[in-house]
């Protein structure tokens, strides 16, 4: 009897054993399972990133035309056209596929947005058939426009100064709080700004200290011109220098200041730097003016040898030939800062930060023209 429970005892143990078995083989083949999903689920993944990419560079590579105008070495907008390419393990890291990239881009060379639809496919390890696809809007727009926010600054737009007005009035200007700015050019004269046009609308014949005191002023048709006089080769101004405005056609009248560039921080002067203003009335409201400022004085009428050469600003798109500082000037129906000169006495023009002047002026001995050239007043 003892004999058969043992027997019994041994063929339990076998039986366990089996099942243990089978559950271990069953486990591991399930672990086998999940493992293999999880390396399919992570190639996809990162195939997936690297189609995203691919994507995304297209959308970029096609925002980055660099003009409107069809140009033979530049890419156009109106070069701009569907396609589609192939790519076999990117260049940052294998992936084990191809991905065919194709793009589409609705509309016609004409509309000023295009929709774009860029889709990546590619086959995954178990050859199942992936895709994305991105989506966005090209919009038609000049590149140079950028410059256009440099200098010299736009007149009469509504971009605003950090003192929330246009950007043509005077930085030294005092807000009067009525919509209105004035700048005090001397104390039997002062000029008066609209904040939102930038335009001078009143002339006082009096130092003014707030809105009231607008009542004695009288109403003006008038724009200004203004800007910075500069030194390269000598450190002091010519001799009783000012503004002479005989060659400004179109006008009723022009009024000058010029003096110490001002720090509006701190109240002092610039060193090397004169400021001037000059308000240029005309007839009727919106009336335009043409002609030339000049630089004068003594100093440049007969004194030391001088040149006077403006900073001729380059094109860009938007920006007006009186607004680059292009002289004579032409039908100008607009304020105008940032109008700048140096004073050089060098052999020629100077460069200055990386912008080159134009001459003006010649106030040399040797321009048998000189006087003429270079007004005494």
């Known amino acids: 009897m003892n004999s058969t429970l043992h027997a019994r005892a041994r ?5 366990e054993a089996l099942i243990a078995l089978v559950l271990v083989a069953f486990g591991l083949l399930t672990l086998m399972g999940v493992t293999m999903k999880l390396a399919r689920s992570e190639d996809v993944a990162r195939q997936r990133g690297e189609a995203a990419r691919l994507a995304q560079e297209r959308i970029e590579a096609i925002r980055s035309y660099t003009q409107i105008d069809t140009s033979a070495t530049t890419l156009a907008w109106s070069d701009l056209a569907s396609g589609n390419d192939s790519i076999v393990n990117s260049v940052d890291y294998s992936t084990n596929t191809t991905f065919n990239r194709s793009w589409q881009l609705l509309g016609a060379a004409t509309d000023p947005m295009r929709r774009l639809q860029v889709t990546v496919n590619w086959l995954d390890r178990t050859n199942t058939a992936q895709t994305l696809s991105y989506g966005t809007v090209i919009s038609q727009t000049d590149p140079r426009d950028v410059g256009s926010l440099g200098f010299p600054l736009p007149a009469n737009t509504t971009l605003k100064r ?7 009035i005077p930085v030294p200007a005092v807000d009067l709080g009525n919509g209105q700015s004035v700048v005090q050019l001397q104390s039997n004269f002062a000029v008066v700004f609209s ?3 930038g335009y001078v609308v009143k002339t006082c014949a009096f130092t003014v200290h707030t809105a009231a005191d607008l009542a ?4 003006a048709n008038a724009y200004i011109i203004a800007g910075y006089v500069s030194l390269d080769g000598t450190n002091s101004f010519p001799a009783g220098l000012t503004l002479n405005t005989a060659l400004v056609t179109g006008s009723t009248g022009v009024t000058c200041s010029l003096g110490s560039a001002v720090d509006p921080s701190s109240g002092n002067a610039i060193a090397g730097y004169d400021y001037y203003l000059c308000v240029v009335s005309v007839p009727t409201s919106g009336a335009p003016w043409s002609g030339t400022v000049r630089l004068a004085g003594t100093g440049l009428n007969s004194g030391s040898n001088y040149l006077v050469c403006r900073f001729q600003y380059p094109s860009a798109s938007g920006v007006t030939a009186n607004q680059r500082n292009v002289q004579p000037y032409s039908a100008v129906n607009e304020s105008l800062d940032n109008q700048n000169y140096v004073i050089a006495t060098g052999g020629n023009c100077p460069t200055v930060s990386s912008l080159p002047t134009t001459l003006h002026q010649n106030c040399r001995s040797s321009n048998a023209n000189r006087v003429i050239d ?4």
């Open 11 to 15: 063929g339990f143990s076998i039986l």
């Open 162 to 168: 950090p003192k929330n007005r246009n950007l043509n």
């Open 195 to 197: 904040n939102e046009s």
């Open 216 to 219: 004695g002023c009288t109403t």
């Open 374 to 377: 270079c007004p005494a007043s």
